[in-house]
């Protein structure tokens, strides 16, 4: 079934151009931008916020803080199964579903190349589900790309994404071609 296409007006296509300006502007502001009361405008954003039309997020620039950003296409016929797999994963950033040869796409982000590498390498390409798999590198963004992420993880006995191997057990944790999972306490980069 078709998603109902939400209903806006000129007043809350105003206030939202002035938040994605300015994220912190205050309600008094707006309302003395486009001419309307401060509750009228609180109002409206508890609508906006309702029907999915507006979301304030709290996160990092990768990019700016220097970290790199894999875009990894996936054709599978289990978009799905890789989907809930990576969801609290610490690498990854956001998934889609998409339409074409490759059907899933996928962001990770970290430290540096190599983890991100082994990650794709050691758990997306040898599932059965997997067909065929894209490893790029994002090297800049035409806007701010922000990502939410927990600064400070919660160890857990296993990796969220379900692997069996430990990082220390794993080569390419050993051989230092892998920072290793933060979820389980074996990690050897700063971020996190």
Not at 89 to 110: A, D, I
Request: glycine share 6%; hydrophobic share 40%.
């Amino acid at each position: 079934m078709a998603k109902s296409i939400f209903k806006i007006d000129n007043k809350d296509r105003e206030i939202l151009t002035l938040l994605s300006e300015d994220p912190d502007i205050a309600q008094e502001k707006i309302a003395e931008r486009i001419n309307l009361s401060q509750p009228s405008v609180a109002v409206r954003l508890k609508k906006l916020r309702d029907i999915g039309a507006y979301s304030k997020i709290c996160g990092i620039n990768p990019l700016k803080m220097g970290l790199h950003i894999a875009k990894v296409e996936v054709s599978t016929n289990n978009s799905v199964k890789i989907l809930k797999m990576f969801k609290n994963c610490p690498y990854f950033f956001n998934g889609f579903t998409v339409s074409g040869r490759s059907n899933l796409c996928l962001l990770f982000v970290g430290e540096d190349i190599v983890t991100l590498e082994s990650i794709v390498d050691d758990h997306i390409r040898p599932m059965h589900e997997v067909k065929e798999v894209d490893f790029n590198i994002i090297i800049s963004a035409a806007n701010d790309l922000i990502m939410p992420i927990q600064m400070k993880i919660e160890v857990v006995d296993k990796q969220p994404c379900g692997i069996d191997i430990q990082c220390v057990d794993c080569p390419s944790y050993r051989e230092d071609r892998c920072l290793g999972c933060p979820a389980i306490g074996q990690y050897k980069g700063k971020l996190w």
